[in-house]
């Protein structure tokens, strides 16, 4: 059974059987906003959202960026799927938006902190989009086998304003890969700046 994880969690990437996770797929889903118009017409607005992921080394050097400007990491070990422009137009579908998969055994070995984040690439802000949601599992871009653990982000009025997310962080500790839900919006209007936010906050 997948784990729900609430902000803060901070949980072992290991099966109850005691196998360690390697090849995981990070999957991002979100909704588009849905709108009552005049006389009660409803209408959808589509969001983007840019996920993306930044690898940093034990000293918190940024080493690499992964999103949909660069979809591969030096070493292979982190591709992403590509760009999503609208999200789901027709409420929740359980299907993911953009997909990061990673192959933590071909990290690069100076490597130790990967953050998930997620930017609004229309500055829609987060108070509007329905739900955001991050899951962990096991196959391909294309397709669930296992899923692991679940985070969900509501839209929420303390959000208003915010253009960006930071999700999680998959870090290792004692030699062990874990992930960590942070959940946490930022007002940074681009990645560059989200990076620099994550850097002295989430490190």
């Known amino acids: 059974m997948a784990i729900n994880l609430v902000k803060g969690d901070k949980i072992k990437l ?9 090849n995981i797929c990070v999957g991002l889903n979100w909704g588009a906003i849905q709108k009552k118009g005049f006389l009660g017409i409803k209408s959808t607005e589509t969001v983007d959202l840019d996920a ?3 690898v ?3 000293n918190n050097n940024l080493l690499e960026t992964i999103y949909f400007g660069n979809l591969k990491s030096r070493d292979g070990s982190i591709k992403h799927s590509g760009d ?8 929740k579908d359980e299907l993911d938006n953009e997909v990061i998969t990673i192959d933590l055994s071909k990290v690069s070995s100076g490597a ?3 953050v998930v984040m997620l930017n609004s690439f229309k500055g829609q802000d987060f108070a509007t989009i329905p739900y955001a949601t991050m899951r962990i599992y096991e196959g391909t871009s294309k ?3 296992s899923v692991f653990a679940n985070y969900n982000i509501s839209s929420d009025p303390k959000f208003s304003g ?10 290792k500790h004692n ?4 992930v960590e839900a942070i959940g946490e919006p930022t007002r940074d209007k681009n990645l560059k700046d989200t990076i620099t936010t994550v850097t002295q906050k989430f490190l």
């Open 14 to 22: 290991e099966k109850d059987n005691g196998t360690k996770l390697t």
């Open 112 to 114: 130790t902190k990967i």
């Open 52 to 54: 993306s992921v930044a």
């Open 56 to 58: 940093f080394a034990d």
């Open 143 to 145: 397709k669930v086998d």
């Open 162 to 171: 915010f253009v960006a997310l930071v999700l999680g962080k998959i870090y």
């Open 175 to 178: 030699g062990e890969w874990k």
């Open 84 to 91: 999503d422009r609208t999200g789901d137009e027709g409420g």
